[in-house]
């Protein structure tokens, strides 16, 4: 497991429906998590937002998904797009606890807009009190999964 400090940063704002935008105004996860359920891989116990994780100045390669779905059409608007998900567990203080969550990745080569920076982890969890833009949080992640450079 590797362990890496990262900060809370502002993201797209569409996942969570937040960004004002028409076509998705529940957000992105919202209509994508019953597509991940009928994939069997359901998403409905997480918040319907991402936490976006600078972990700058690294970066991360990806090793191997926990799943990966290829074209998936999850809006009539949208094209299709690759998803992969990855464990990592999330705490945010020194004698805080880990909170089980994963990482979603929305693959850059398929999506239309909206594209991370290369430092940014973009974080499924339950719902998290007191997350604050500029929080800094402790991410543990699997060496097998994802590796931090």
């Not at 590797?2 to 996860?29: C, K, M, N, W, Y």
């Not at 992969?84 to 979603?104: K, P, Q, W």
């Not at 920076?117 to 998290?128: G, K, Q, T, Y």
């Amino acid at each position: 497991m590797q362990t890496v400090t990262g900060t809370v940063i502002e993201g797209h704002r569409v996942a969570s429906g937040l960004a004002g935008d028409p076509r998705f105004p529940d957000g992105t996860l919202a209509l994508q998590a019953p597509v991940f359920a009928g994939l069997g891989f359901p998403i409905d116990g997480y918040y319907g937002g991402t936490l976006n994780v600078s972990i700058a100045p690294h970066t991360y390669e990806v090793i191997r998904a926990i799943r990966t779905f290829r074209d998936v059409k999850w809006h009539p608007e949208t094209a299709t797009e690759d998803f992969s998900f990855f464990n990592c567990r999330v705490r945010t203080g020194d004698d805080a606890e880990y909170i089980d969550a994963l990482v979603y990745r929305p693959h850059p080569e398929t999506k239309p807009e909206h594209f991370q920076d290369p430092s940014v982890l973009e974080i499924i969890a339950p719902r998290m009190e007191g997350i604050a833009y500029g929080m800094k949080v402790g991410l543990e992640l699997p060496a097998e999964q994802l590796r931090v450079r």
